[in-house]
């Protein structure tokens, strides 16, 4: 089955925004799997999706995985509450793992983003 990007409707709250699908499922990232702030995370408009057999919980699904990056903020009390003409961290690799969006709410707490 071919891994598609699903993209909304114009609207402001899905500005930026994609699901990934593959058949007739829609995958989630995880904290779990890709650590938290999940807002801070960029799946790139060419990256490849590779297929992953999953383990322990996820037995006999399919999970995703694909290049993306994190954007790395500097967390203090002395950073500057606004950054002007630079981005407020840097911007590194993160292999990205995407599961089944049924699956996620057997996994306990954590940050869940389709």
């Not at 500097?74 to 407020?88: F, G, I, M, V």
């Amino acid at each position: 089955m071919q891994v598609r990007r699903v993209y909304g409707h114009q609207l402001r709250n899905l500005a930026g925004k994609v699901a990934i699908q593959r058949g007739p499922l829609i995958y989630c990232l995880e904290e779990a799997d890709n650590g938290t702030e999940l807002d801070n995370v960029w799946l790139h408009s060419d990256s490849r999706f590779s297929l992953m057999e999953g383990t322990g919980l996820f037995n006999g699904k399919i999970m995703l995985q694909a290049d993306g990056a994190r954007l790395q903020r500097t967390h203090s009390e002395e950073a500057a509450l606004y950054n002007y003409d630079k981005s407020p961290g840097q911007l590194e690799p993160q292999r990205l793992t995407f599961i089944p969006w049924f699956s996620w709410d057997n996994r306990g707490e954590g940050e869940m983003r389709i």
